[in-house]
């Protein structure tokens, strides 16, 4: 039993409830960093104690995926944990996949709740909390190993979220906050009915059981809805081209923490979903239904949105709102990788969730800096930047380097992956990897048609009356702002020049998960499979 | 077999056991009665009465606990039955009017014309009655009384702002449509007595046992839809809701609380209690009629969740929006009627019924808190600043965060998301029905469409509270009801974590006395470890 894992959901929680009930704003941001570091500072505790060569070549196909979960924390049978009436488990643990998913997420908290410290100007207390709350829940849905659980969690990012967007977002705030809630809510409504489904008919949530089950005893109609009703909840939330339109709403209004969280970790929860459900109970990929139609399908979906995104991106005013076309772009690589179902684009796939969460993080809080000086994004106001900002400038050139791939940042090594994995794919070939590097040449035409209007160029800037009562920003980033990038600007680089740790960490589990098991079960597992793994840990 | 002239007849002086059975129902006929004296004593009788109809209905909510299930049986020559859904609704009944009467200390007391106190507390108590009564009995003559004796107080209570022209329009509306239903149910109720010859709807030579064994008839039928009418009226079943908004709207707000758990609640219980006799005396086999009553029921439940719902996406008055969600929920639990009626379809080994059964328990249980805690808010905040639209909410979050924390929290729970209990209770309306499969997955459809559309107007409320601003002054609610909110969004929350126990205290009071119902199969409810 590891209690690392609770501590991790835990301490934001309880931050959360202190961080509501502390007197003043000033005590309740600097809490809310306090207990965000201290998050981080448990993630990293548990990559310490995580099994990193974890060898499984002696154990059988059929418990590999079971086996590849660590640090798990199981409550038995008579603990109030278990629910059995509804056979719901508060059982806890991570994979390779997951712990670099929670190691990116206990990275961005801190980094953007310190970068708002200026930027949240009312109801701040509020504002942390919500912060420390969605911590806590985004956490939840990367190291839960109950199905059920994972979608509690799922959901409830939600509610956090909303407040965020509606309460601290720009002047259609109202509008953005109601149009995400809604787009995401209706999808998950229906990967609810087939969580519940799964549950029941696999007589237990356990993430293990419920994989092995779905993968042998659904009948071919079950199969189909329950692919739908993931898919639903999933591609929502990446999101795939049809249901996207929340997205650059979204992301525009929030204010800059939100955006970051949104895009840095939000939007992963989808591709992981499906990484984690869909994938592994076989409904995307060989053994599948239709297969490899709804593959090329959601590949072609992929490529429609990394081209649609980007051609759209090219186009904003705003460069908040271009960033965030580009994770619609983005989040299509990230996906198409996924759907290549082999090792590269796989390993890249989950590179490039990570990769994403960094290099977009960075931008929106870069974005956010300028918007506080200038009270504009717009493309047209803002002109030779590098001028006024050198600092901030080399920030902005640099994280836009690592979003397009430059060779040598974070963002080359999955980008080049993921296309590699579509071109060598089994099932969908060199048409896809052509239309994908098509999106990649595009990328850099609208990053760089950026970069070069507000950083380079003559100096313009708009006139910005200063706000009475609040001290004004140094005129270049002040020593917390670079406290904010300097981190992400160390993790891109190191992921660009050293990203064989993370891609030899996830090889094993991405195989795994699209390996289907050799033996189907038969009812309920004894013991719970994380704990027969811990068990066995040397 | 005659067993009207038999019941009626001849004298009869029950035992003290039979009477135990009933002492929450004695305890409240003493309450009526001690707050009609209540004047004679006081000089401003409004208060005192409120606390004496509190003490009546504590010492009520003792003695369910205290008496339990003991009493379960026939009771007074079949009249009456006591069994552990009986008990269980009472409980939630007590504690629900509690609520309400602690409600009205926070929100109505001030405003009343001195001296109506004891007419309200004892309509109050005395539909109250006929609710606890309705819960126990399945005989059609008493069926007929204690829907009546529900009834008939509600009409006035809904009219009870003498001065206020919407109440007195509510209450015709209210009045109205209860005649005609309730005609309606009567006319269908005496063509049973004439079908059968007996009044008693279980036991042996009863009716459900008689249409098992003769089967079905068109003039059947005919009594089967007019118990339907009259039930779903008392539910606000679509097309028998028209009363419910408008009568919410004109009825203080307390009242339309009361309404909204107390009467659905009810006729809930007591169409439970009516069709599982049907089920159980054919032996759950799936003739063409419960087949029938199944999908009537199912589709009845179908539509007044998606009209519920529909309709409250318009709604400006938070006490109309609060009906409109009251009639989708009725609609959910009526989905889950449905299962009743029809034995384990597919699951042989499942004891379906019982299952739904523990279902509609647990989902009023959270329900009730859910509206209690919704109205409780909705009821200080018009007693703050005199409005019920929801426009005015605007900066609640600021004016009043307490509130509008409360009133979020049961929104959500309405909605059914995590972390509240209206999210499990979701969950086990969508487990029972897709353990029976087959054309319930058309309900599992629709009540997931309904919970997206749903989402839209409540959040909207939240919205409104959170999100739009206004420089009108903060608010101080009242501190009993804002203890009444408080309490039952904490129960919300709690009753997600104590799920587990919750809902097996559901599952050991879901057995009707006189239906044959097995216990439940380990795989749903016991507590044992699988092999």
Not at chain 1, 92 to 113: A, R
Not at chain 1, 166 to 179: D, M, V
Not at chain 1, 230 to 242: E, Q, R, S
Request: charged share 10%; with cysteine.
């Amino acid at each position: 039993m590891h209690y690392s894992i609770v501590l991790l959901l835990a301490v934001p929680i309880v931050g959360a409830i202190v961080g509501a009930l502390l007197p003043n704003a000033r005590s309740a941001k600097w809490w809310a960093l306090l207990v965000s570091v201290a998050t981080a500072l448990v993630g990293v505790w548990m990559a310490a104690q995580f099994d990193w060569n974890q060898d499984l070549s002696a154990v059988p196909t059929s418990d590999r995926l079971a086996r590849s979960v660590q640090i798990a924390f199981t409550p038995g049978f008579d603990s109030p944990l278990h629910l059995q009436a509804i056979q719901f488990s508060f059982s806890l643990g991570v994979d390779s996949i997951s712990l670099w998913l929670v190691l990116m997420t206990v990275l961005l908290m801190p980094v953007s709740i310190l970068a708002s410290f200026t930027y949240i100007k009312e109801r701040q207390k509020e504002f942390y909390a919500w912060m420390q709350a969605l911590l806590a829940f985004m956490l939840g849905v990367f190291v839960a190993r109950d199905l059920l659980l994972f979608y509690v969690c799922f959901e409830l990012t939600l509610i956090p979220m909303f407040f965020i967007i509606g309460i601290w977002g720009g002047s259609e705030r109202r509008y953005a906050a109601g149009k995400f809630f809604l787009f995401t809510f209706s999808g998950s409504v229906f990967t609810l009915a087939v969580v519940i489904f799964l549950g029941l008919a696999a007589g237990s949530f356990d993430l293990a059981t419920v994989t092995q089950y779905a993968q042998y005893d659904l009948t071919d109609s079950a199969r189909f809805w329950v692919f739908m009703g993931l898919a639903a909840g999933m591609a929502v939330k990446v999101p795939l081209f049809p249901v996207h339109t929340w997205l650059p709403l979204a992301h525009t209004e929030a204010p800059t923490a939100g955006s970051v969280i949104l895009a840095g970790v939000l939007l992963k929860l989808g591709a992981y979903g499906l990484l984690r459900l869909a994938v592994p109970m076989g409904l995307i990929g060989p053994a599948g239904l239709m297969f490899p139609t709804v593959v090329k399908a959601l590949a072609v979906l992929c490529i429609i949105g990394v081209i649609y995104g980007a051609l759209v991106a090219w186009v904003q005013q705003d460069i908040k709102k271009l960033v965030a076309y580009s994770s619609v772009s983005h989040l299509g690589f990230c996906v198409l990788g996924l759907v290549a179902l082999n090792d590269y684009g796989m390993q890249g796939s989950v590179l490039y969730m990570v990769n994403h969460g960094l290099s977009t993080g960075a931008m929106f809080l870069v974005i956010g800096m300028i918007y506080e000086r200038y009270h504009t994004r717009d493309i047209h106001q803002l002109s030779g930047l590098a001028k006024q900002m050198p600092i901030m400038s080399f920030f902005f050139v640099f994280f836009t380097l690592s979003s397009i791939g430059l060779p040598g940042l974070n963002g080359y090594v999955s980008e080049f992956l993921t296309i590699l994995g579509a071109f060598t794919s089994e099932h969908l070939g060199i048409g896809y990897g052509i239309a994908a590097a098509v999106g990649i040449i595009l990328g850099a035409i609208y990053m760089l048609h950026m970069v070069a209007r507000v950083i380079f160029g003559p100096l313009k800037v708009p006139h910005v009356h200063e706000e009475e009562g609040h001290k004004p920003l140094s005129r270049d980033l002040n020593g917390r702002e670079i406290t904010v990038l300097v981190p992400l600007a160390i993790a891109v680089v190191l992921l660009g020049v050293l990203p064989t740790p993370v891609l030899n960490s996830v090889l094993e589990p991405v195989r795994m998960v699209r390996q289907p098991v050799t033996a189907p079960i038969v009812g309920p597992t004894a013991q719970s499979p994380a704990e027969v793994a811990m068990v066995q840990r040397p | 077999m005659n067993t009207l002239p038999v019941a009626i007849g001849l004298p009869y002086v029950p035992d003290w056991g039979q009477l135990r059975a009933f002492a929450p129902e004695l305890w409240l006929i003493a309450a009526i009665v001690a707050v009609l004296l209540t004047p004679f004593f006081v000089k401003k009788p409004n208060a005192a009465c409120g606390w004496v109809a509190l003490v009546g209905l504590l010492a009520a909510l003792v003695s369910v606990f205290v008496v339990g299930v003991d009493g379960t049986g026939e009771h007074f020559r079949g009249l009456m039955v006591a069994d552990p859904v009986s008990v269980f609704w009472k409980g939630l009944l007590l504690m629900f009017v509690i609520g309400i009467v602690l409600m009205w200390f926070s929100t109505t007391a001030p405003t009343m014309h001195q001296g109506d106190g004891p007419e309200f507390f004892t309509l109050l108590l005395g539909a109250t009655l006929g609710m606890s009564l309705m819960a126990s009995t399945s005989n059609l003559l008493m069926l007929v009384i204690a829907v009546e004796l529900a009834s008939l107080p509600s009409y006035v209570l809904a009219g009870f702002r003498k001065t206020h022209l919407a109440g007195a329009e509510a209450s015709l509306k209210y009045i109205l449509f209860g005649a005609a239903t309730s005609s309606i149910m009567v006319y269908g109720l005496s063509m049973l007595y004439g079908l059968y010859g007996t009044l008693q709807i279980d036991g042996p030579g009863g009716l459900a046992q008689q249409i098992a064994t003769s089967g079905g008839s068109a003039l059947l039928w005919m009594a089967i839809f007019s118990l339907i009418v009259g039930l779903g009226f008392k539910i606000s079943a679509v097309p028998f809701h028209f009363w419910c908004p408008d009568v919410f709207e004109g009825a203080s707000i307390e009242v339309s609380a009361f309404l909204s758990v107390a009467s659905k609640g009810a006729g809930l219980v007591l169409l439970m209690r009516v069709m599982m006799s049907f089920a159980s005396a054919q032996a759950y086999e799936s003739t063409p009629l419960l087949n029938h009553l199944a999908v009537l029921l199912g589709v009845l439940g179908a539509i007044t969740a998606t009209v519920g719902n529909t309709a409250a996406f318009v709604q400006r008055n938070i006490k109309r929006l609060l009906a409109y969600s009251s009639i989708a929920h009725a609609g959910y639990m009526l989905c889950i009627v449905s299962l009743l009626v029809r034995g384990p379809a597919v699951k042989a080994d499942l004891d379906l019924a019982s299952t739904a059964a523990q279902v509609v328990l647990f989902y009023l249980a959270v329900y009730l808190f859910m509206n209690l805690g919704a109205f409780t808010v909705a009821g200080l905040i018009e007693r703050e600043t005199g409005t019920e639209r929801i426009a005015d909410y605007a900066g609640m979050g600021r004016r009043s965060p307490l509130m509008a924390f409360c009133l979020s929290a049961c929104l959500f729970s309405l909605v059914g998301l995590p972390p509240f209990a209206g999210f499990v209770a979701k969950v086990n309306v969508f487990w029972a029905l897709m353990q029976n499969g087959s054309w319930w997955w058309w309900l599992v459809g629709v009540i997931g469409v309904n919970t997206v559309l749903s989402l839209y107007y409540y959040v909207r409320v939240i919205k409104v509270m959170y999100l739009d601003d206004s420089s009108s002054a903060p608010i101080w609610p009242h501190p009993l009801g804002a203890g009444v909110a408080v309490v039952c969004a904490a129960i919300l929350v709690f009753m997600l974590i104590a799920f587990g126990p919750i809902n097996r205290l559901a599952g050991h009071y879901s057995h009707f006395y006189g239906v044959d119902q097995t216990t439940f199969t380990a795989e749903f409810s016991s507590s044992q470890p699988p092999p």
